[in-house]
Protein backbone atom coordinates (compact mmCIF):
# COMPACT_ATOMS: atom_id res chain seq x y z
CA UNK A 1 0.00 0.00 0.00
CA UNK A 2 1.18 3.03 -1.18
CA UNK A 3 1.60 5.86 1.69
CA UNK A 4 1.57 9.53 0.71
CA UNK A 5 2.95 12.61 2.84
CA UNK A 6 2.07 15.90 2.23
CA UNK A 7 4.43 19.35 2.99
CA UNK A 8 4.91 22.84 2.31
CA UNK A 9 1.66 23.97 3.42
CA UNK A 10 1.73 27.32 5.65
CA UNK A 11 0.40 31.01 6.49
CA UNK A 12 0.69 33.29 3.13
CA UNK A 13 -0.57 36.41 2.51
CA UNK A 14 -2.90 37.24 -0.57
CA UNK A 15 -1.12 37.23 -4.02
CA UNK A 16 1.58 35.30 -2.46
CA UNK A 17 2.44 31.81 -3.61
CA UNK A 18 2.85 28.52 -2.00
CA UNK A 19 4.14 24.81 -3.66
CA UNK A 20 3.23 22.29 -2.02
CA UNK A 21 5.13 18.67 -2.50
CA UNK A 22 3.54 15.23 -2.15
CA UNK A 23 5.60 11.99 -1.71
CA UNK A 24 4.67 8.63 -2.54
CA UNK A 25 6.42 5.67 -0.40
CA UNK A 26 6.77 4.13 -3.25
CA UNK A 27 5.21 3.16 -6.95
CA UNK A 28 4.11 0.42 -8.40
CA UNK A 29 2.57 -0.27 -12.11
CA UNK A 30 -0.74 -0.27 -11.15
CA UNK A 31 0.41 3.76 -9.89
CA UNK A 32 -0.29 5.52 -12.88
CA UNK A 33 -1.67 9.32 -11.50
CA UNK A 34 -1.85 11.61 -8.61
CA UNK A 35 -4.16 13.78 -7.96
CA UNK A 36 -4.71 16.89 -5.70
CA UNK A 37 -7.78 17.76 -3.33
CA UNK A 38 -8.41 20.58 -0.70
CA UNK A 39 -11.36 21.07 1.85
CA UNK A 40 -11.75 24.53 3.31
CA UNK A 41 -13.93 24.65 7.02
CA UNK A 42 -17.55 23.61 6.59
CA UNK A 43 -17.42 22.79 3.18
CA UNK A 44 -17.07 19.49 0.97
CA UNK A 45 -13.69 18.14 -0.54
CA UNK A 46 -13.03 19.44 -4.18
CA UNK A 47 -10.79 18.32 -6.37
CA UNK A 48 -8.04 20.55 -7.72
CA UNK A 49 -5.70 18.39 -10.71
CA UNK A 50 -4.50 15.33 -11.35
CA UNK A 51 -1.36 14.27 -13.34
CA UNK A 52 -0.17 10.85 -15.02
CA UNK A 53 2.98 9.71 -13.89
CA UNK A 54 3.59 8.53 -17.27
CA UNK A 55 4.32 11.07 -19.71
CA UNK A 56 2.83 14.14 -17.50
CA UNK A 57 -0.72 14.37 -18.71
CA UNK A 58 -2.50 17.17 -16.26
CA UNK A 59 -6.06 17.58 -15.51
CA UNK A 60 -7.78 20.45 -13.39
CA UNK A 61 -10.65 21.58 -11.88
CA UNK A 62 -12.21 24.64 -14.11
CA UNK A 63 -12.01 26.98 -11.00
CA UNK A 64 -8.41 25.92 -10.67
CA UNK A 65 -6.73 26.72 -13.58
CA UNK A 66 -4.82 29.79 -13.81
CA UNK A 67 -3.40 30.14 -10.89
CA UNK A 68 -2.67 26.38 -9.69
CA UNK A 69 0.30 24.03 -11.42
CA UNK A 70 0.86 20.46 -10.96
CA UNK A 71 3.85 18.82 -11.70
CA UNK A 72 5.71 15.69 -10.88
CA UNK A 73 9.68 14.31 -10.53
CA UNK A 74 9.23 10.54 -11.40
CA UNK A 75 12.68 10.08 -9.64
CA UNK A 76 11.63 11.24 -6.34
CA UNK A 77 7.89 9.54 -6.63
CA UNK A 78 6.91 13.74 -5.84
CA UNK A 79 4.06 15.47 -7.14
CA UNK A 80 3.57 18.89 -6.12
CA UNK A 81 1.53 22.04 -6.42
CA UNK A 82 2.44 25.73 -7.19
CA UNK A 83 -0.25 28.19 -6.10
CA UNK A 84 0.37 31.55 -6.96
CA UNK A 85 -1.80 34.64 -6.62
CA UNK A 86 -3.55 33.13 -3.65
CA UNK A 87 -6.82 33.96 -2.06
CA UNK A 88 -8.33 34.35 1.14
CA UNK A 89 -10.79 31.42 -0.39
CA UNK A 90 -8.34 29.37 -1.18
CA UNK A 91 -7.57 28.61 2.52
CA UNK A 92 -8.19 24.92 3.13
CA UNK A 93 -6.46 22.00 3.77
CA UNK A 94 -4.49 20.18 1.01
CA UNK A 95 -4.53 16.66 0.55
CA UNK A 96 -2.75 14.53 -2.35
CA UNK A 97 -4.47 10.93 -3.34
CA UNK A 98 -3.64 8.55 -5.54
CA UNK A 99 -5.55 6.01 -7.29
CA UNK A 100 -5.47 2.25 -7.07
CA UNK A 101 -5.11 0.98 -10.72
CA UNK A 102 -5.73 2.36 -14.04
CA UNK A 103 -9.66 0.92 -13.71
CA UNK A 104 -9.99 4.21 -12.22
CA UNK A 105 -9.62 6.19 -15.39
CA UNK A 106 -8.25 9.23 -16.33
CA UNK A 107 -8.53 11.03 -14.87
CA UNK A 108 -9.21 9.37 -11.89
CA UNK A 109 -12.89 8.93 -11.05
CA UNK A 110 -12.16 7.65 -7.78
CA UNK A 111 -9.14 7.52 -5.29
CA UNK A 112 -7.69 5.01 -2.72
CA UNK A 113 -4.53 6.52 -1.26
CA UNK A 114 -4.86 9.46 0.70
CA UNK A 115 -2.33 11.32 2.71
CA UNK A 116 -2.78 13.08 6.00
CA UNK A 117 -3.26 16.52 4.51
CA UNK A 118 -1.04 20.23 5.09
CA UNK A 119 -3.04 23.01 6.12
CA UNK A 120 -2.85 25.98 4.05
CA UNK A 121 -4.00 29.44 5.22
CA UNK A 122 -4.20 32.87 3.01
CA UNK A 123 -4.48 35.74 4.84
CA UNK A 124 -6.53 38.98 3.38
Known amino acids: QVQLVESGGGLVQAGGSLRLSCAAS????????MGWFRQAPGKAREFVAAIRWSGGSTYYADSMKGRFTISRDNAKNTVYLQMNSLKPEDTAVYYC?????????????????WGQGTQVTVSS
Open 97 to 113: AAPISTHRGWPPDEYDY
Open 26 to 33: KRTLNDYA
